[in-house]
């Protein structure tokens, strides 16, 4: 036993052996109150200290008025007076009963008590209170327990490396930092799992089943682990937790029991381990999904786990202890039907048990501890015959059945009979508290009635000691592994002595050998520190001897020698081979195609230097490959390359160090091209598939452009054009790179005959792909023209061209005048009819609001589109006109100097500079020459090169021709009735554009021909105009 007094200025402690070893204060400043260190303990009367000698009364009052004094608590505002007791006349102070420290100061790492101690003359005035503060020390009294001692998982054999299963964790009710929950460990090793815990406040933890390998159920389907939770104790105390773990596959059917519940009736006196009825149920799965245990649930009354038990196996349900009839008393048992899945399913049943009176009642035993406590204690010393204990039986029934037989069952304890149903039990034979300190003493009882009923009790006899035993290490020797770079004070290592007394005598002290400055040595703990940072490098073991010095008289020492091995630290990162790997694979092969490997190093060793691969970030696109941890990369999924053609993504290699270190590079994948798109033919469409051909026209002359396209790229893409049939006399030549139909000889057929050929695009890969088409090729007359035609044709075209570059200026002109003065809109309106009109009976105006009087003003010459106050209408789509560098061109697909001598309006702009013509809807000719509307409107989708001819033919009847620039809305591909706006021009992206072109009906040679040429094949408007909000509604 040691205390320790405080002192306000300085604290001291010296050594004194009287007739045992005490740690004592010197002098204590007056008025300054005492400290005591006690261990706890279930020790009773213990002595704790002189309160009077260790606050120095003796030098506040004379001897004679010191031996007058008298001592007691000041039990006000003290809670743990009564644990403790003070002899008034001398001041000593003893614990009164035992002192549980996690009881006291539950949850507190620090345990503390306050005593007042008042010290009162009887015979003077003088009157003191002395301040006692007690430190509770922890003792490793509590080992950690786990709430179930076992545990069942199930874990499927897909789950992944690194899965961790929560589970629950220990509890350890010693709080201090030494005694507490330290850690857990799996065994066997060689097991595929680990632990990982965080620690609670509260001294619960938080723990997690680590799976560190793959798993494989058809290797090995089930694996038995033992967890032991260990507190700081030297030797540590543990609790165990077995788990149970299987290994299956998929789970997705419950057990069922044929019934909701069963009902069953026994006799009281059934024997035990007797089996009163069987439960079966079934699983529809197969495999350890269908393999059944049963078991009684935990959460049910504990009176029916306690007398019965169920087999897991058979589902045979027996008697485990026996059972008293209990009138209207019925056990509902919770039965339970698990599978062994990787997710258990589960199916409840009750089973009613009901019990039957025979008649005869059970002894029932009753203990009595003449100590007092719950385990009774004797000195080894104790003499033959000694008591310990006193036994009292019942048993209500009469005659043979309340004739009562005891015996016990004990090494060292006898029991001897007092009365007809009392005992006591005795010492038997002589007691060695270092040979067996702790005694199991079992009582047995039994009647004599047919059959014999019994019961049975039991309790624990110590055996105080006498001190005659040195500290024995627990280990021959320590020899730990420390990582370099620790912390100054780092916990290296715990040594503990274990001393065969108890008490004082039991009290080791750690002390090291020799000084040295690695280490430092707690003395009450055993707990090494480290006095330094250690540098393997420098320092690869250290080597020191601990003394464990008991308190004993005269003192026993035990020595051990403690080894350090500095181990190296996780310092270095996975290298991969490369910053960047470039892979390549064809598409559509099949998910889990293997890839490629990529390869990482890392210089560390063991578990530092295993790498583990992943995918880490990929460009905001979903990846479709699959990175193994061993770096191998295969594709999930069947890749196509018309879809996404590149993968870039990064990847990450991660070592098993801990803290792990890890580097990235990129992968970049490119999908290879394979030939599985066929072509497909735009040109002539599966509902545009006829042109009309003349029969005058020239050999060598381009009668239609076939198109295709294909998806796939370079050669998989490159298409061909061949004729495969054809009863055209081989009067047609195909070019098989550019698709251009040229006739090659002159025409034979007669006028209204049909030709037929059938086209083929054929892309270049292989196995080649194809698509056919047909096409139509129908036979006109031919159609004649004078020169003097033709000359009248030019100078309408040029008239024409002059009224488009007057209309230009006039625009401008009357948006100049509406943004200086929007006021006068009367004045501008007459100004704007008489500045319209212009010589060739060309006027321009704004276009009305609604519909109703566009009628009449179809007769009038007007130019229709909208003007962009930045830029020039951008078209992409090569088969729609094009305007850049304020020049809109007109593109035609070659250049021609065969002016067409046909009157009739059937001339397709692809063929127009041949006598070919294509209706547009693959109808015939006679189609073509039905009564049309007066306004005629022709849209352009092929391009037109530059610096060629723009001609169009207007018949007899047609008053004018309309070209239009607008954007088609939905369901309405030709000519709008209302130009575009400004406004709307911004609202609308314009994708399909055409031209309107209305020309007043004039005097011209009937059959004359109308031929518009632009310069370089280009119209260039007056200078842009930047449209303001002034010129929203202005429109040409």
């Known amino acids: ?143 950690p327990i786990f709430d179930n001692p076992s545990i069942s998982l199930t874990i499927s054999e897909a789950v992944l490396v690194g899965t961790s299963i929560t589970i629950d964790g220990a509890r350890d009710r010693d709080t201090s930092d030494h005694y507490s929950l330290q850690s857990y460990n799996v065994t066997p090793s060689t097991s595929p799992f680990s632990i990982k815990f965080l620690k609670n406040l509260d001294s619960t933890s938080v723990v997690q089943l680590l799976v560190k390998e793959a798993l494989n159920r058809e290797i090995q389907d089930f694996y038995q682990i033992t967890v032991t939770a260990e507190d700081g104790g030297s030797p540590p105390k543990s609790g165990i937790l077995k788990a149970n773990i299987s290994i299956s596959d998929v789970n997705d059917n419950s057990p069922t029991f044929g019934s909701s519940f069963y009902n069953i009736t026994v006799r009281e006196d059934i024997n035990v381990s007797t089996v009163i009825m069987v439960v079966s149920a079934s699983d529809l799965d197969q495999g350890r999904n269908g393999d059944i245990f049963y078991r009684l649930s935990p959460h049910q009354e504990v009176t029916n786990l306690q007398h019965f038990s169920i087999n897991n ?173 620790n912390n100054f004070g780092e916990v290296l290592v715990q040594v503990h002595a274990s001393d065969g007394d108890i008490g004082h005598n039991a009290m080791v002290l750690y002390y090291s050998r020799s000084d040295n400055n690695y280490v430092n040595v707690e003395a009450l703990s055993g707990i090494i520190r480290a006095n330094m940072s250690f540098d393997r490098e420098t320092t690869p073991t250290i080597e020191f001897e601990v003394l464990a010095i008991d308190q004993g008289e005269p003192a026993q020492t035990g020595t051990v020698t403690v080894t350090l091995t500095i181990k190296d630290v996780n310092d270095e990162a996975p290298v991969f081979s490369k910053p960047v790997f470039v892979f390549e694979i064809s598409e559509n092969k099949h998910a889990g195609t293997n890839v490629a490997q990529i390869v990482a190093t890392d210089r560390d060793e063991g578990d530092n230097s295993k790498i583990a691969y992943s995918i880490v970030s990929g460009q905001n696109q979903m990846i479709p490959f ?271 100097k065969n002016f067409p001598k046909k009157q009739d309006d059937n001339h397709s702009i692809v063929s127009g500079d041949t006598n070919a013509s294509d209706s547009g809807r693959g109808g015939s000719d006679d189609e073509n020459h039905a009564p049309k509307p007066p306004h005629t409107t022709s849209t352009f989708h092929d391009p037109i090169p530059q610096k060629s001819w723009f001609e169009f033919q207007r018949p007899q009847n047609r008053e004018m021709q309309t070209f239009s620039l607008h954007r088609p809305g939905p369901g309405s591909p030709s000519t709008s009735s209302k130009p575009a706006s400004y406004r709307d021009f911004l609202s609308n992206s314009v994708s399909n554009v055409q031209i309107h072109v209305t020309a007043e009906k004039t005097h011209r040679p009937k059959n004359g021909l109308n031929n518009i040429s632009f310069d370089s094949g280009k119209f260039s408007p007056a200078p842009t105009i930047d449209i303001s909000q002034d010129y929203r509604d202005c429109v040409v």
């Open 1 to 143: 036993m040691f205390f320790k007094i405080m002192e306000s200025t300085s604290v001291s402690r010296n050594f004194v052996m009287v007739f045992m070893t005490v740690w004592y204060s010197s002098a204590v400043v007056l008025g300054q109150g005492v400290e005591y260190y006690l261990p706890e303990g279930d020790q009773t009367d213990r002595f704790i200290g002189n309160v009077a000698s260790d606050a120095r009364l003796q030098e506040v009052v004379d001897n004679t008025e010191f031996h007058n004094l008298r001592y007691s608590f000041l039990t006000t505002g003290s809670e743990y007076a009564s644990l403790f007791s003070i002899d008034e006349h001398t001041s000593f102070l003893y614990t009164v009963g035992a002192l549980d420290r996690e009881t006291i100061c539950e949850f507190s790492p620090l345990c503390v008590l306050y005593l007042d101690v008042a010290a009162q003359s009887t015979m003077g005035s003088f009157f003191k209170k002395i301040k006692v503060t007690l430190y509770i020390e922890d003792v490793n009294d509590n080992a």
């Open 313 to 485: 196996k058979t589902g045979e349900l027996y008697v485990i202890k026996p059972i008293q009839y209990v009138p209207g008393q019925v056990y509902k048992i919770i039965v339970e039907a698990s599978d062994k899945g990787d997710q258990p399913l589960t199916s409840q049943t009750f089973v009613h048990v009901s019990v039957t009176d025979v008649g005869n009642r059970r002894p029932v035993i009753t203990t009595n501890l003449l100590s007092g406590l719950d385990i009774a204690k004797i000195s080894e010393f104790a003499d033959l015959g000694a008591v310990v204990a006193h036994i009292a039986v019942e048993d209500p029934n009469s005659g043979r059945n309340g004739e009562i037989d005891c015996w016990a069952e004990a090494d060292a304890f006898s029991l001897q009979r007092l009365d007809a149903k009392e005992f006591k039990i005795v010492v038997s034979q002589s007691l060695d508290r270092e040979m067996q300190e702790r005694h199991d003493v079992k009582v047995m009882c039994q009647d004599n009635g047919t059959p014999p009923l019994n019961d049975s009790d039991s309790f624990v006899v110590l055996v105080d000691d006498v001190n005659d035993s040195p500290p024995i290490f627990t280990s021959l020797s320590y020899n730990e592994e420390v990582f370099e770079n």
């Open 626 to 896: 699959f990175l193994f941890p061993n770096g191998q990369i295969k594709s999930d999924r069947e890749l196509d390359r018309e879809v996404q053609s590149v993968y870039d993504f990064i990847v990450q290699a991660e070592d098993m160090g801990r803290p792990s270190k890890n580097s990235s590079a990129r992968v970049k994948i490119i999908v290879l091209d394979e030939n599985d798109n066929v072509p497909v033919i735009t040109a002539p469409s599966s509902t545009n598939n006829s042109i009309s051909l003349s029969l005058n026209t020239e050999i060598g002359t381009r009668v239609t452009i076939i198109r295709a396209f294909d998806l796939d790229e370079k050669e998989n893409g490159l298409i061909r054009y061949f004729i495969t049939q054809r009863n055209d006399s081989d009067l047609f030549e195909l070019n098989e790179k550019t698709g251009s139909l040229i006739l090659k000889r002159k025409i034979s057929q007669k006028s209204g005959e049909t030709i037929v050929l059938d086209l083929m695009a054929s892309d270049q890969g292989k196995p080649r792909l194809t698509t056919t088409r047909m096409l139509f090729i129908k036979i006109t007359s031919p159609t004649y023209f004078t020169d003097t035609i033709q000359r009248n044709v030019i100078i309408v075209i040029i008239l024409l061209a002059v009224t488009a570059v007057c209309s230009g200026a006039i625009i401008i002109i009357i948006c100049v005048l509406r943004r200086n003065d929007r006021e006068r809109k009367d004045k501008e309106k007459e100004i704007y009819k008489q500045a319209t009109s212009l010589e060739g009976g060309v006027s321009v105006f704004s276009l009305p609001e609604d519909d109703s009087t566009l009628g009449e003003k179809k007769k009038k010459k007007e130019v229709s589109f909208s003007l962009d106050d930045e830029d020039m209408l951008q078209i992409a789509d090569p088969n729609q006109l094009s305007a850049k560098n304020n020049n809109l061109a007109l593109e035609k697909p070659f250049e021609s």
